[in-house]
């Protein structure tokens, strides 16, 4: 049986046009857009430039508009420089030695080129490129500046070029790098929780299981038992094995790659061991303060109950790291057919002055996700309107 807040998450993702992949590949698509047209733009305007000073010197008009031809076929190549880059770049490298439009041009196809191929790929385009520039003054006698102060201007702006073309392709493989290592720290945050999860359940399910194996022991060696020590033993079991399928429920989807090799870890204290944890933490010289209005926190599941106190125990460890010497809110509610509900808040690190910061790796939060994911509930985090970071988990408690 699915829950209401269940269905409800469930449709929430299902209303979601794009996921984050597609998303991103469309902001991509749209800034690579813009790029393109923002280059396109720039050829033309230093086309017309070059037209306009070759119309002011009264260049005869077969070189201008074969100058001006070869500078407009150049922004219209631009369009293409990033299916084929050397391509791009080759061409408008060699209309640069005669048309002093396309050699402003050949500056973007030089910056793009160093954008999308390595450096053993561009070095001999580029070198060409910046040949073309000293060859130009021998084609173009006719041009405003000397030959040697041209030569010199076309060789400086290709290697500024080059410079910043490299140097944003460093800077993408610096992000690509980043992002992949922070997705392999999440995987692995998520596949250790997953591992701990396992581990606490061996113990829990061994403790079950054996009792169902102790009651029905009993019942084979006692037939003649008077019915109410039946009875009772058959409550013990079914209860027994109703708990068993709980847990089972958390444990589905949780892998092991070696469980024969691990020695189990003690089972993580019950919702029960809440004041325990506030009163350590107060020990240490936080100030927490707690409303949880339930009146008999044994009476929460156990794995709902071990999930939420693992919850808390992380938000008392993030507040403590990051907002040491503030106060910080800790709530549990609800009731047997609606959940439980767990929430701990405290200031923004932004608002604490003096309080010294302890290092982390910022995945607890994501192995608590993956944790209330698998049993069947959902966890938020992020900061609020009123300058607070708020951690909250809803889990399920069956009725």
């Given at each position: 049986?699915?829950?209401?807040?269940?269905?409800?998450?469930?449709?929430?993702?299902?209303?979601?046009?794009?996921?984050?992949?597609?998303?991103?590949?469309?902001?991509?698509?749209?800034?690579?857009?813009?790029?393109?047209?923002?280059?396109?733009?720039?050829?033309?305007?230093?086309?017309?430039?070059?037209?306009?000073?070759?119309?002011?010197?009264?260049?005869?008009?077969?070189?201008?508009?074969?100058?001006?031809?070869?500078?407009?076929?150049?922004?219209?190549?631009?369009?293409?420089?990033?299916?084929?880059?050397?391509?791009?770049?080759?061409?408008?490298?060699?209309?640069?030695?005669?048309?002093?439009?396309?050699?402003?041009?050949?500056?973007?196809?030089?910056?793009?080129?160093?954008?999308?191929?390595?450096?053993?790929?561009?070095?001999?385009?580029?070198?060409?490129?910046?040949?073309a520039s000293l060859a130009t003054p021998l084609f173009r006698p006719d041009t405003s500046m000397p030959g040697w102060a041209q030569a010199l201007l076309g060789v400086v702006c290709v290697a500024a070029a080059l410079a910043w073309g490299m140097l944003i392709r460093a800077r993408r493989q610096l992000t690509r790098r980043s992002a992949s290592e922070q997705e392999?720290?999440?995987?692995?945050?998520?596949?250790?929780?997953?591992?701990?999860?396992?581990?606490?359940?061996?113990?829990?399910?061994?403790?079950?299981?054996?009792?169902?194996?102790?009651?029905?022991?009993?019942?084979?060696?006692?037939?003649?038992?008077?019915?109410?020590?039946?009875?009772?033993?058959?409550?013990?079991?079914?209860?027994?094995?109703?708990?068993?399928?709980?847990?089972?429920?958390?444990?589905?989807?949780?892998?092991?790659?070696?469980?024969?090799?691990?020695?189990?870890?003690?089972?993580?204290?019950?919702?029960?061991?809440?004041?325990?944890?506030?009163?350590?933490?107060?020990?240490?010289?936080?100030?927490?303060?707690?409303?949880?209005?339930?009146?008999?926190?044994?009476?929460?599941?156990?794995?709902?109950?071990?999930?939420?106190?693992?919850?808390?125990?992380?938000?008392?460890?993030?507040?403590?790291?990051?907002?040491?010497?503030?106060?910080?809110?800790?709530?549990?509610?609800?009731?047997?057919?609606?959940?439980?509900?767990?929430?701990?808040?405290?200031?923004?690190?932004?608002?604490?002055?003096?309080?010294?910061?302890?290092?982390?790796?910022?995945?607890?939060?994501?192995?608590?996700?993956?944790?209330?994911?698998?049993?069947?509930?959902?966890?938020?985090?992020?900061?609020?309107?009123?300058?607070?970071?708020?951690?909250?988990?809803?889990?399920?408690?069956?009725?």
């Amino acid at each position: 049986m699915i829950s209401p807040a269940a269905g409800l998450l469930e449709g929430t993702h299902r209303d979601l046009p794009h996921g984050p992949d597609e998303a991103d590949h469309l902001r991509r698509a749209r800034r690579d857009w813009l790029a393109d047209a923002l280059f396109f733009v720039l050829g033309i305007v230093f086309t017309l430039l070059a037209f306009v000073d070759g119309v002011d010197r009264q260049m005869p008009a077969v070189p201008l508009m074969v100058d001006t031809g070869l500078g407009v076929v150049s922004c219209l190549l631009l369009w293409w420089r990033r299916r084929w880059p050397v391509g791009v770049a080759v061409i408008i490298g060699v209309f640069s030695v005669y048309s002093l439009a396309a050699a402003g041009v050949a500056l973007a196809a030089v910056f793009s080129l160093a954008v999308h191929r390595r450096f053993a790929v561009v070095a001999p385009v580029v070198a060409g490129v910046a040949a073309a520039s000293l060859a130009t003054p021998l084609f173009r006698p006719d041009t405003s500046m000397p030959g040697w102060a041209q030569a010199l201007l076309g060789v400086v702006c290709v290697a500024a070029a080059l410079a910043w073309g490299m140097l944003i392709r460093a800077r993408r493989q610096l992000t690509r790098r980043s992002a992949s290592e922070q997705e392999l720290r999440i995987s692995q945050a998520r596949q250790a929780e997953r591992h701990r999860i396992a581990r606490e359940m061996h113990d829990v399910l061994a403790h079950r299981i054996s009792l169902l194996s102790l009651h029905a022991g009993a019942l084979e060696l006692r037939p003649d038992a008077p019915p109410d020590e039946i009875s009772r033993a058959a409550g013990v079991i079914r209860d027994s094995a109703h708990q068993v399928l709980e847990d089972l429920r958390e444990i589905i989807g949780v892998l092991r790659t070696d469980p024969a090799g691990d020695i189990p870890e003690r089972p993580q204290p019950a919702l029960a061991g809440l004041p325990m944890l506030i009163d350590e933490a107060r020990a240490a010289g936080m100030q927490v303060t707690l409303d949880c209005p339930l009146a008999d926190l044994t009476a929460v599941p156990a794995a709902t109950g071990r999930s939420a106190y693992r919850i808390i125990q992380e938000g008392l460890t993030n507040a403590r790291k990051h907002a040491l010497g503030n106060e910080v809110s800790v709530t549990v509610q609800g009731r047997p057919g609606a959940g439980l509900a767990v929430e701990v808040s405290n200031p923004l690190p932004g608002n604490i002055s003096g309080a010294p910061r302890i290092p982390g790796t910022g995945t607890g939060l994501v192995g608590l996700a993956e944790r209330a994911a698998l049993s069947g509930g959902r966890l938020e985090h992020g900061p609020t309107a009123n300058g607070e970071f708020r951690l909250w988990a809803w889990l399920p408690w069956p009725a």
